[in-house]
C-alpha cells in the first residue's frame, strides 16, 4: 500500500500522462484507480490545466465530493467564485504569480517550478475549509505549451501557524509532498495587521499616516514596524517590501 505521505504516485501519473499531453486520460486505469483511493484517503483532489490555453482540461472525480463541482465542469471560475472574501485579494495574487511562472517558462522554452498556497474555498455544504493549492508547471517541447498539475488537500485540521499564510514559489521539488508542519510554515510570517501596515507603508503612508487610518498610536506602529521585520529577517522595511513584491505577497 501506498504511504500517505508518498507522492510517487502523482509523480507516477505525471511521467505516464505528460508525453501524450495529458490526452485520453483513462479513468479505468489501475493508476487512475489507485491514485483515485489515495487522494480520498488523504482528502484531496487534483486537475490538470493548460495554461497557455488558460483550461482545466481534466480533473479528478473527487473535485465533486470536496468543492461541489463536476470533474467535466470545473474551470478556474468556481475557485474564484468560491474564494472566502477575505481570501480573494490573497487569491488572486497567487493566480497572477501562477500566469507569470507559466509565462516564464514559456519564454525559456524549458524547465518546471512550484508554487504553493493555502486558500479557503467553499465547499459543497457552505463551509470554507483551508485548501492548500499544490502547482508544479512543466514546459512540454512536444505541445508547445505549459502544463499544470495540481494537488488540492484539505488543511483544516491541520496544525498551522498562528499568524500568516503559507506560500512558497521556486524549483525546490521537495516542497511537492503531503503537507506537514514545515512545509505549512513556509511563507509570509505576518499576522494580519502586520501585513496591513506593510500594504500601508508600501503604498506611501508615514507612522503618523498609518496611525490615524487604522486607529492606532504612533508608538504602536512603529512597534509594529520593528517587529514585522525582525520576523521577516529583513533590516529595511524597503528589502521587505522587494522581496514581498518579488514573491507577489504584494
Do not use: C
Amino acid at each position: 500500500m501506498t504511504d500517505s505521505q508518498d507522492y510517487s504516485l502523482y509523480h507516477k501519473f505525471i511521467d505516464t500522462y505528460l508525453p501524450a499531453g495529458f490526452k485520453d486520460i483513462d479513468r479505468n486505469d489501475p493508476l487512475l484507480l489507485e491514485l483515485e483511493a489515495f487522494s480520498e484517503a488523504n482528502n484531496q483532489f487534483f486537475h490538470v490545466a493548460n495554461l497557455i490555453q488558460a483550461k482545466i482540461t481534466w480533473s479528478s472525480k473527487r473535485s465533486e465530493q470536496m468543492i461541489g463541482i463536476k470533474p467535466e465542469e470545473l474551470d478556474a471560475y468556481h475557485f474564484m467564485e468560491a474564494t472566502h472574501p477575505d481570501d480573494l485579494e490573497k487569491h488572486t495574487l497567487g493566480r497572477s504569480k501562477m500566469f507569470d511562472t507559466a509565462n516564464d517558462l514559456f519564454k525559456a522554452k524549458k524547465g518546471s517550478a512550484l508554487l504553493s498556497i493555502n486558500i479557503r474555498i467553499r465547499n459543497s455544504r457552505g463551509e470554507f475549509p483551508d485548501l492548500l493549492f499544490q502547482l508544479y508547471f512543466m514546459y512540454s517541447a512536444k505541445y508547445n505549451t505549459v502544463f499544470l498539475f495540481q494537488v488540492h488537500t484539505d488543511i483544516e485540521t491541520f496544525k498551522k501557524r498562528k499568524n500568516g499564510y503559507h506560500y512558497y514559489v521556486g524549483n525546490d521539488f521537495s516542497n511537492f509532498r503531503f503537507p506537514d508542519e514545515e512545509l505549512l510554515n513556509i511563507g509570509n510570517p505576518l499576522s494580519d495587521r502586520e501585513f496591513e501596515i506593510v500594504r500601508l507603508i508600501e503604498s506611501g503612508l508615514s507612522s503618523e499616516e498609518i496611525a490615524k487610518k487604522i486607529f492606532l498610536s504612533v508608538h504602536t506602529v512603529n512597534t509594529h514596524r520593528r517587529n514585522i521585520l525582525l520576523k521577516a529577517g529583513k533590516a529595511t522595511m524597503a528589502e521587505l517590501i522587494y522581496d514581498f513584491k518579488v514573491k507577489r505577497l504584494l
